[in-house]
């Protein structure tokens, strides 16, 4: 039986608006790390949990109108895009996704400096995508870090929010049952039907494909629309140490944010960036 698969982040592409964006996830809470440039041309910063993470992706607003070098974050549609999981061999899953037919050419390695107390460090990393298309809320891909102490370091966990792991990555999909199947393949794992809803097991958490029917009725009036799109990556829910956190940042926030309180959740649409969080303990 193989291992189950692991989440290693989520990525929220941002375009070239990373300043907003990095003043809006920390005005929600989150403590972002330094940004960072890649050897690839794209800039991010991160937010840290216990063995995962959500990371924004974006470009530099200086290089809006020139030729992109990251096709794949300038045309992409703002928001919840990345779904990616761990690996502790790029290479292997190159030859998985070969032998489904749903590879997106060769491995990728590429390097973002990192400034520690002791000076800066490259982290490193090499990543095997699937094809686009294949799932057509966003990207998916396999990530090997080499450097694993350089990306999770404690100052960096710790979040007013109290934000700890991301426990549910929520697929909208009007083919719920095909899309299931393909995740299924690709993770060699199992689904779970619940009438409409369909989930995959991760290590630590889950992978939930709804119908928009199903989907709806578990966001209500905040679910992100699939704007004609067969399918999108449609909400993130976070286990926090505490929602009374996520209600005192709440209170501090100058700009409101649609919010659904319930005693057992809070739900969380962010509109610039089209993104849904669903805060639970």
């Known amino acids: 039986m193989p291992e189950q698969a692991q989440l290693d982040h989520a990525v929220i592409n941002v375009g070239f608006d990373m300043d907003q964006a990095a003043q809006i996830f920390s005005n929600l809470g989150f403590h972002l790390t330094e940004r960072g440039y890649h050897s690839l041309g794209s800039i991010n910063h991160l937010m840290m949990f216990g063995t995962d993470y959500l990371e924004l992706i974006g470009l530099p607003a200086e290089s809006k109108g020139a030729a992109a070098g990251r096709p794949d974050i300038a045309d992409a549609p703002l928001g919840l895009n990345g779904l990616v999981f761990k690996t502790a061999g790029a290479q292997a899953n190159l030859d998985i996704l070969e032998s489904l037919g749903i590879a997106a050419g060769p491995t990728k390695s590429f390097t973002r400096p990192v400034a520690l ?155 610039t960036f089209d993104s849904l969080f669903e805060f639970t303990e």
């Not at 689904?191 to 958490?205: E, F, H, I, S």
């Open 117 to 271: 107390p002791d000076g800066d460090v490259d982290a490193s990393f090499t990543t095997t995508h699937v094809k686009g298309g294949t799932f057509p809320g966003g990207r998916v891909y396999f990530c090997e870090h080499h450097t694993p102490d350089v990306v999770w370091r404690p100052e960096w966990q710790r979040h007013a929010n109290g934000a700890e792991a991301i426990t549910d990555f929520v697929v909208a999909s009007t083919s719920p049952m095909e899309e299931a199947e393909k995740f299924a393949a690709l993770l060699e794992t199992e689904v779970a039907t619940d009438g409409q809803t369909k989930t995959l097991p991760l290590n630590g958490a889950t992978l939930t494909i709804l119908s928009p029917e199903a989907y709806a009725a578990r966001f209500g009036s905040l679910a992100c629309s699939l704007n004609d799109r067969p399918s999108i990556f449609g909400a993130l829910q976070i286990r926090t140490s505490s929602l009374e956190a996520v209600r005192e940042v709440l209170k501090t926030l100058k700009t409101s944010v649609p919010v659904v309180d319930e005693q057992t959740r809070i739900l969380l649409y962010e509109p």
